[in-house]
Every structure is written in C-alpha cells, then in structure tokens.
C-alpha cells in the first residue's frame, strides 16, 4: 500500500500554496489509474474538470466537475479517470494545524461526497483567494478555512442526531433537481404535513427552503464557471435561473461578485 506524503498527489502539479500546516494545491490528472494508496493528512478534492471515479473498499463514486470530497487520512482508496483531461483542487490539513485552531481531527472519519452547497460556496471562495493571491489572500484563507471546517463539524454533529426517517430522501430531492420543487409538491412526494416540513427543514438542514434551493444552483453553477466553453446564458438556463440577470443577482449574494468577474479572475490567473 502506498503512502502520499505532505503535499503529494498523483499527477502534474500545476499550482501550490504551503502555509502554516494548510497545503492548497491544483493537479492535472494524467494518469488512467493510479495506485491503491492512503493520504497522511486528512484533505478535500473538488473535481475542476473532466471525470473521475473515486474507489475505496465500501463504494464507488463517480465524481463529475464541482464534485466535492472529503478524505480522512487512512483511507485506503484509488482513482480512475474517464475522459482526456481531469483537473482537481486539494485542500490538505496537517494534524498540527487543528491543534492550534482547537479542532476536533477525529471527528473527520471515512470518505464521502459532500453535497452541502454552502460548503460548495465556501470552497469556490478559498479557490478564488488560491487562483488571485493578493495582499489580503492569506487572512481570507485563514478565515475561509475555519468556516469549513466548521461547517463539516457542524453536519457531522447533525448527522450524529437522529433525523426523522424522511430526511435523506428530502436532501435526495434537492440535490437531484431544485427546479421546480416548492413546499407543496415535497410534502406530497415525501408524505409529510407542509407544517411539519417547513419547521423541520431550518433545523436539519440550517437554513429555509428557499435560501437552500438558491443555493444549490449556485453551487452547480461553479463547476461550469470553470469551463470556457459554457457562456454565462448557457450556464444561466442550464442551472435553472429565468435568465442570466436572475444568475448575476443570485450569485453576487453569495459571492458579492458576479460570475462574469469571478470567472475572468479564474481563468486569467
């Protein structure tokens, strides 16, 4: 079995950012299939381009552009890639990094997807700070980097809790398909009450509805904004915003940017 070191991924190293016990780095996938192996260091991957199949010894997961995931670092794994070009983005923590900001590394276990779309959102900010390092590049990591990990412990404290029985399904739901999807058609597909449903959703899933459902959009939206090929009105229709002023307003909520400047940032760094 094979172990990856500090900063070590298979592929070609297009860009690295080693600070303080945090490793953010971007890699070319070149190879079809790489060894089982283990990382030392607990990391996430977000699949910029092309696609990936990540396999361990439980499941097989198949990672398309804006794919985000979590490692812990004994998990023994290998990864295929399934198109001409693959592009990842890598945030690895030492352990001494959560002995200083007073984190909890255990409660990091196994290897799974996250489909949250605020981590999603916090990830596509620290990929910004990463692509355009300025002067103020480094405090906005070191924040940025605490909010996900917050957030990672805040949906594992959630998940520890027990959940009534239909909520997978609901998560299922909006992260299939958020197009028309409103209250009424979730409670009848779900066979729960509207009132049951719009007191639950606050709690299991930290925020409303309609905030969540915005924010699944965008968080498809970044994976295309990564691709040239697909134009702003492209991207706009295929996320299910009326049109691209509906896109721009949305996005700059989250990001206070608009996806035009976002993307001119990332492409030209």
């Excluded at 049109?243 to 700059?252: A, I, L, V």
């Amino acid at each position: 079995m094979k172990i990856r070191t500090k900063g070590q991924y298979y592929g070609e190293k297009k860009l690295e950012l080693d600070s303080k016990g945090i490793i953010l780095s971007e890699y070319d996938y070149n190879m079809p299939k790489t060894d089982w192996h283990y990382h030392e260091n607990p990391y996430f991957m977000y699949v910029l381009q092309g696609n990936v199949y990540d396999i361990n010894k439980k499941r097989k997961t198949t990672c398309t552009p804006g794919s985000f995931l979590l490692h812990n670092w004994n998990e023994q794994h290998f990864n295929t890639k399934e198109s001409t070009c693959a592009r990842g983005f890598h945030i690895e923590f030492e352990r001494k990094w959560f002995d200083q900001k007073k984190l909890n590394v255990d409660l990091w276990e196994g290897s799974h997807l996250i489909e949250d779309p605020s981590m999603h959102h916090l990830l596509g900010r620290l990929y910004f700070e990463f692509k355009c390092q300025d002067n103020f590049s480094e405090a906005s990591i070191d924040l940025l980097l605490l909010q996900l990990c917050e957030t990672t412990q805040n949906q594992n404290d959630l998940s520890s809790q027990k959940e009534p029985s239909w909520i997978p399904r609901l998560k299922e739901l909006l992260n299939e398909d958020s197009q028309g999807l409103s209250l009424t058609n979730l409670s009848e597909t779900l066979g729960v009450h509207p009132v049951h449903l719009s007191r639950a959703i606050p709690k299991y899933l930290s925020t409303t509805l309609g905030d969540y459902l915005r924010q699944q959009k965008i968080k498809k939206a970044l994976g295309y904004l990564m691709n040239p090929k697909y134009s702003l009105t492209d991207i706009s229709y295929i996320c299910g915003f009326a049109d691209q002023s509906h896109f721009t307003r949305t996005f700059k909520i989250y990001f206070n940017k608009t996806p035009r400047d976002f993307r001119t940032r990332m492409l030209a760094c």
